[in-house]
Structure formats: C-alpha cells, structure tokens
C-alpha cells in the first residue's frame, strides 16, 4: 500500500535501503525534512538510507505532501472528506494518515481541511503475543475483566488490543467479541489477525457503534481504541449496563495523568474498569510498566 501513495524515488529508497519493516512512522512535512520513526528514534531519509545529519536528508514539498494524500484518497479527496474533516485517512492493512493543514469551520462544526501541510504515515505491525505478559492478569472465572490499555501516542496500545483478541481466539476462549474499529486500524488485515471468534463495525463512532453491535451482535466482550471525549465514557456506561466486558484504550503517559483527564470522571469513581494496563516507549512501543486494579493498586510490576 506504500508504494501506492508514496512518490516512486522514497519508495524505492525505503524499500532497497531501509529495513521498511522496522518502520513505525514517514513524516512528511512541507519544506521540511522526510522523518522515520523507527522503534524509538527518529532519523532523517537520505537518499542513501536513514541519516542523523540534516544535511543529507530529503527535504518534502508542499507538493509532495498533497500528492501522497491525493493517492491516499483513490483521486477523490471529497470521497473521503467525512475522514480529512476528523484529521485522518486509513488505507487498507490498518496505515492511517494523519494530517496537517487548515480546517474550515461553518457554525462551530468543521466541515473539511484544506491546505494540507504535512501528513503522518502510521504503519501498523503485528507484533506476535506481545499482550501475553498481561494476558492473564485481565481475565477471571468470569470472563475478560473490564481492561483499559494506558500509553502515550505510539506506545503500543492498538497493537496490544489486536493481540489480546487474537490470543483469545488461540486459546479457544469462545466469547463473541465485537472489535469496534472506528478508525480502521484494529484489524490490519493479516490473516487471522482478530482470530474467529470476532465481529468487527468500522467506521462508525463509539455511540452507534455500541448500541447497533449490542443489538445486532450480541457480544460477550467489545474491544474499542482511544477513549476521547464524554460520548466515548456514556457508549462504555452503556456497554458495561448491558452486562457486555469492556477492553479499550486511551493516551496517557501515566496513571497519575490519567486520573486528571475530566471526562474519565464517571469511570475512575465508579471502578468500571477492574485492570489498567499501563504502556510505554521506553524499551521500544508496548513496554509492559504495570498492571494495576480498580483501586491503582499494583497487581504486576
């Protein structure tokens, strides 16, 4: 799929002279250099590879930021506008495509983004029972327990989600698990990634999602990314009043942190959730820094 939006020369370069499947993120920002992300460093693209000096780096042009998200869209910018008007593109296999530029508001609502700036390429990696440390810290003679995964921006929370699900598959844990997968970036596409015993809703947002998945799908377990905002925290009260588990996840560096986030209120004082999983970069994405119960107390160091 990169090779489908990226410009034929830094695809090229990627692909015959950087580990391209190391590669967790392309920034590309005009009039500025080209960064990867790579496990928890951020170089330059050069045309001979990664480099530290910014004198080697490949430097983007408005153009080329345009151009990636024109082929991003199949040509067709206003087909996708419902996406550019919340700051993303998803392409097939889970690559999400944040963007930067200005956003035209009409009566307090945005109604698109134009003047593209610059654009994140996510690339998604399965990384193979990375959630198996926690694995059976987050379930009891009842079932899964209500979990929320903790991490900062690209600290691995999405990942371990899609893992999660695919182990209980493995393990013939038979629940029938709904992946409400707003942003399309749960299931990557890889064969058997959320396992067989999941129903997937794409595109929908939590409040939808949840009341249409209940209804229809009758799920044991709904498996949710990024809690964002008070509609989110109503669609989880909903949820958990239905008697259907709960896994989710939200940006946080710290449980201290995630004590202060407003909305959260509801959840935190009324222990909805019986296990917080907490995540972070330090020894690359999803390094494990405690599993912690409804009361932050640690249950693994």
């Known amino acids: 799929m ?45 045309s001979s590879g990664i480099t530290a ?13 345009e151009d990636v998200i024109f082929r991003a869209s199949e040509c067709s910018i206003y087909s996708v506008n419902e996406q550019i008007k919340r700051g993303f593109l998803v392409m097939k296999g889970g ?9 035209i508001e009409d009566s ?9 700036t610059s654009v994140n390429i996510r690339i998604p990696h399965e990384i193979k029972n990375c959630s198996l440390s926690a694995f059976n810290y987050l379930l009891n003679e009842k079932g899964v327990q209500n979990t929320l995964v903790i991490s900062p921006p690209g600290g691995g929370k999405t990942t371990f989600l899609r893992d999660f699900v695919k182990q209980l598959s493995l393990r013939n844990y038979a629940y029938n698990v709904l992946v409400l997968d707003e942003r ?8 058997g990634c959320i396992g067989n015993f999941a129903d997937k809703i794409c595109y929908s947002n939590k409040t939808v999602g949840f009341e249409n998945g209940i209804r229809a ?5 709904i498996v949710t990314d990024e809690l964002g905002q008070n509609e989110d925290v109503d669609a989880i009260l909903y949820a958990v009043n239905c008697g259907v588990s709960i896994m989710a996840s939200v940006h946080s560096d710290t449980i201290e942190n995630l004590q202060q986030k407003p909305y959260f209120e509801k959840l ?21 820094e405690g599993i912690y119960d409804e009361n932050f107390a640690r249950v693994k160091i």
């Open 2 to 46: 990169l090779k489908k939006i990226l410009p034929n020369d830094i695809y090229n370069i990627l692909t015959t002279r950087v580990n391209i499947n190391s590669v967790n993120e392309i920034r590309i920002r005009a009039d500025k250099p080209i960064v990867l992300l790579i496990g928890i460093q951020r170089v330059f693209l050069g």
């Open 53 to 65: 000096n910014i004198k080697e780096a490949i430097f983007a042009s408005k153009i080329m930021v």
């Open 95 to 103: 690559i999400r495509l944040g963007i930067g530029g200005d956003m």
């Open 108 to 116: 307090g609502k945005i109604k698109t983004m134009t003047n593209f």
């Open 184 to 191: 399309g970036e749960l299931d990557i596409g890889v064969d």
């Open 217 to 221: 799908l009758s799920p044991n377990i």
């Open 268 to 288: 935190l004082a009324g222990k909805v959730f019986k296990r917080f999983v907490l995540l972070s970069t330090r020894n690359g994405p999803g390094t494990l």
